[in-house]
T-cell receptor, first 113, second 109 residues
Framework: SQTIHQWPATLVQPVGSPLSLECTVEGTSNPNLYWYRQAAGRGLQLLFYSVGIGQISSEVPQNLSASRPQDRQFILSSKKLLLSDSGFYLC????????????FGSGTQLSVL | GQNIDQPTEMTATEGAIVQINCTYQTSGFNGLFWYQQHAGEAPTFLSYNVLDGLEEKGRFSSFLSRSKGYSYLLLKELQMKDSASYLCAVIDSNYQLIWGAGTKLIIKP
């Protein structure tokens, strides 16, 4: 069966510090991978999605970046965090070409202070 | 622009029935999802509607009217564990997911 792992679960970082969130998927190959952010009381905002190794599409211009060094690994990074980067970050995957069902990781609650 | 509207918060009583509405204005339509999200946790899939009508799955049912740009999620025999946020999301003509802000459902004994 397919599983998705996302870590860490919670993170408190000072403004200006770097960020690295990691997500891995098991039990499937060539998945579509997504990074979402959810601000308190707001809908999910798509940050990045990837259809293959090294292929990253950015939906929102910001100081975050994403990388997919391996087929089932998706990394969200920042060189310098801003206060506005605080939120709940979710990694998700879907079968390639099928967005009809997204499977989410457990999420990372990021607080930038 | 694209927009998904759903009530911010609803309150219902344990054992009762509640209907959560969702209206959408999107560039095209390729399906509508409902997800459940408990506080601090990831959303979990509840239903997917692409054709008009009612889809029933146990205590949960989801209805879609494409002509009206309208869907609802119906929860029967409410349990305390149903207290959560319910997210409506639509796939547009570019196969992008557009998310509503979610409806926080509070269940009272």
């Amino acid at each position: 069966s397919q599983t998705i792992h996302q870590w860490p679960a919670t993170l408190v970082q000072p403004v200006g510090s770097p960020l690295s969130l990691e997500c891995t998927v098991e039990g499937t190959s060539n998945p579509n991978l997504y990074w979402y952010r959810q601000a308190a009381g707001r809908g999910l905002q798509l940050l990045f999605y990837s259809v293959g190794i090294g292929q990253i599409s950015s939906e929102v211009p910001q100081n975050l970046s994403a990388s997919r060094p391996q087929d089932r690994q998706f990394i969200l990074s920042s060189k310098k965090l801003l206060l506005s980067d605080s939120g709940f970050y979710l990694c998700a995957w879907s079968v390639a070409g099928e967005i009809e069902k997204l499977f989410f990781g457990s999420g990372t609650q990021l607080s930038v202070l | 622009g694209q927009n998904i509207d759903q009530p911010t918060e609803m309150t219902a009583t344990e054992g009762a029935i509640v209907q959560i509405n969702c209206t959408y204005q999107t560039s095209g339509f390729n399906g509508l999802f409902w997800y459940q999200q408990h506080a601090g946790e990831a959303p979990t899939f509840l239903s997917y509607n692409v054709l008009d009508g009612l889809e029933e799955k146990g205590r949960f049912s989801s209805f879609l009217s494409r002509s009206k740009g309208y869907s609802y999620l119906l929860l029967k025999e409410l349990q305390m564990k149903d207290s959560a946020s319910y997210l409506c999301a639509v796939i547009d003509s570019n196969y992008q997911l557009i998310w509503g802000a979610g409806t926080k459902l509070i269940i009272k004994p």
